[in-house]
């Protein structure tokens, strides 16, 4: 077998037995590449190109596995929807922690590759489609400068998968930073297991946060190393108008990328309230809802550290409240800071907020394009003739020349905040139904337009910024278990 580059130093093995079921994937019948992400093989250091596309495939659906790797489930819990749940990784499996030739540790796992011991009845396996939305959304998430895991291949393993329909079995190679979780936290402190959450903090800040071990309170130091991490995601999330659409606790990683692409979606027309996921009835994880849920999810993580902050369990539930209540000031901090950007202020003024809000009002009730609204402002192009817009307008004009910016100074600055071209729903679901249907090609044009999301100017990516058409709108995303 080819060793293509691989360097494995799986440390997650260190950690206690409870945290993980050793397993292989499960056995497919026949494997076939269906795409391989060039560009990240190459960043990490790894070389297909002198092996046959029967070697890749059999590496790429868990039929095989290079040298060194050593797969796992990792086990966790979760606050599903608020309600909490005992957890795992219930259709993937880690094949282990590459090392980067620039030393770079990064998770390498297989998402659809079988049944494990948290499969919950489930059959553990994927369809095609669900794993290319992954693959394409994971990779736009990551061309737009927000901090994600990334897809590195999916292969299809011939057999066929039962969900509403017989659908083709697929599975998708994911590359993270880590695939801890608040849910891994959340498991550790089961039935008072004090020792083990130490042990997996310990190991947790060894590996992303090594610079705070000599803190005075470690635990704390370590709370809001992963609140800042949450805050910049969350306001990112936010600044590109991105619905996660299920932010329970097992979605939540401890370094801060975002995790799991299933009923995710863009937002279209702004609408705070926007929900795409057809499981969230109550809108629990609406765009608006996002930096409350982070919050409380940071809450959860808190919960579990209480042994850790101090012996006294009133001091450490103080201090935890006392970090955790800080959540909300430092999400608004950057969130404005974030939509000054989008309108082009090098810093923000008193008043500016108010100008923030006025534009997203304006918004709202006119059913304006997010993107397309901020694309024009950045463009210099009036995105609407409405009275009302133009008062703004020329207040906004007014406010650069109080900052002192020119306008071509302002828009450098929004040019790098706004983005031309997102991966619209109506677009991701055309692309993949073609893919279904045996052609990528639509496929691979998208995503060759979601690789430069602020080329302004780029003609090419005409047809993927236009809204849908009221045919074409999506107003249900699913999970695609």
Not at 163 to 168: A, N
Request: hydrophobic share 40%; glycine share 8%; net charge negative.
């Amino acid at each position: 077998m080819t060793s293509f580059g691989f360097n494995f130093d799986n440390s997650y093995l260190s950690l206690p037995d409870a945290l993980y079921s050793r397993l292989d994937p499960a056995p497919v019948p026949d494997p076939r590449l269906i795409i391989l992400n060039d560009d990240l093989a190459e960043e990490l250091g790894l070389d297909f190109s002198h092996s046959t596309e029967m070697e890749k495939s059999a590496l790429f659906s868990g039929k095989s596995l290079p040298k060194g790797a050593q797969p796992l489930a990792q086990a966790y819990a979760g606050h599903q929807f608020g309600h909490f749940t005992i957890l795992g990784d219930g259709r993937a499996h880690l094949w282990g922690e590459h090392m980067t030739p620039h030393g770079t540790r990064c998770d390498i796992q297989f998402k659809g590759s079988g049944r494990t011991p948290y499969s919950r009845g489930g059959d553990g396996r994927a369809a095609l489609g669900p794993m290319l939305r992954e693959y394409l959304m994971a990779e736009a998430m990551h061309a737009l400068g927000i901090p994600t895991t990334r897809s590195l291949a999916v292969a299809t393993t011939g057999d066929t998968v039962m969900r509403d329909k017989p659908l083709p079995g697929a599975v998708l190679t994911r590359i993270a930073a880590s695939h801890i979780r608040v849910g891994t936290f959340e498991f550790a402190t089961l039935e008072g297991r004090d020792a083990m959450t130490r042990v997996l903090m310990n190991y947790t800040i060894t590996r992303h946060d090594p610079d705070i071990t000599d803190a005075d309170n470690l635990a704390i130091a370590f709370l809001k190393r992963v609140m800042g991490r949450q805050a910049d995601l969350i306001t990112h999330w936010m600044r590109v108008g991105f619905i996660h659409g299920v932010m329970n606790t097992d979605n939540m990683t401890i370094s801060g990328e975002t995790i799991d692409y299933g009923p995710c979606a863009f937002m279209d027309v702004y609408n705070p309230g926007t929900v795409f996921s057809s499981i969230d009835h109550a809108g629990r994880y609406a765009y608006a809802n996002q930096p409350v849920i982070a919050g409380w999810n940071i809450a959860r993580l808190a919960e579990t550290l209480i042994p850790l902050i101090d012996d006294d369990v009133q001091v450490a539930v103080q201090k935890a409240e006392g970090t955790v209540n800080d959540f909300p000031e430092l999400y608004q901090k950057k969130w404005l800071s974030m939509m000054g950007r989008k309108l082009g202020f090098k810093k923000l003024h008193k008043g500016d907020d108010q100008l923030i809000s006025s534009l997203l009002d304006w918004m709202q009730k006119t059913h304006a394009d997010y993107t397309n609204t901020f694309r024009d402002l950045t463009m210099g192009v009036m995105p609407s003739q409405d009275s009302e817009f133009r008062v703004w307008y020329e207040q906004w004009q007014d406010r650069l020349k109080l900052h002192g910016q020119t306008i071509d100074h302002a828009r450098a600055i929004m040019q790098q905040n706004n983005p031309a071209v997102i991966p619209r729903n109506h677009n991701v679901e055309m692309a993949l139904a073609a893919a279904n249907a045996g052609d990528m090609q639509p496929f691979h044009n998208l995503m060759n337009a979601l690789k430069t999301p602020y080329a302004y100017g780029d003609e090419s990516l005409a047809t993927y910024q236009s809204p849908p058409q009221s045919g074409e709108r999506v107003y249900q995303t699913f999970c695609g278990t």
